[in-house]
């Protein structure tokens, strides 16, 4: 089979020599391509174990474990400007569930998937580790 592939969406982060570290969630773009196989339900699974925050109240650094797993709609994410955007919050200060929330919002917004899920599981601190799961679900009339 020779099928002719569709034109690729300029994917601008992927491109570049020299890479550009954005300093807040604000300042980051997410990229995405078409799905090549829109029609087919299948699993995208990014697994991000050195992600890392800061606590909004202390300024010291949270460190954790970040996976987001998706079904495809339209789109597909592009990896580089998801690595990019996740470094972002590196000096970002947040509380866990707000992260992860907001992960899950710009992700849908960019890339409308069927069914994505992102789960942070934060390192100890205080005894105490923390695990946000947050999952989205289109209604029927957004698929």
Same mark, same amino acid.
């Given at each position: 089979m020779n099928r002719k592939s569709p $034109?690729?969406?300029?994917?601008t982060l992927l491109k570049k020599s020299t890479t550009h570290? $954005?300093?807040r969630p604000e300042e980051a773009r997410l990229e995405a391509f078409p799905n090549p196989k829109p029609t087919r339900p299948y699993t995208i699974l990014f697994d991000c174990p050195e992600f890392t925050c800061l606590c909004p109240i202390t300024g010291q650094p949270d460190f954790g474990h970040l996976?987001?797993?998706y079904v495809p709609g339209p789109l597909c994410l592009e990896s580089k400007s998801l690595k990019l955007y996740l470094f972002s919050f590196?000096?970002?200060g947040a509380f866990h569930e707000a992260i992860v929330n907001r992960i899950l919002?710009?992700?849908?917004q960019t890339i409308r998937p069927r069914w994505l899920k992102i789960t942070g599981a934060f390192n100890r601190r205080g005894g105490i580790a923390i695990t946000v799961t947050a999952e989205h679900r289109p209604r029927k009339k957004e698929i």
């Open positions: $034109p690729l969406p300029p994917l570290y $954005p300093g996976t987001i797993e590196r000096n970002h919002d710009d992700l849908v």
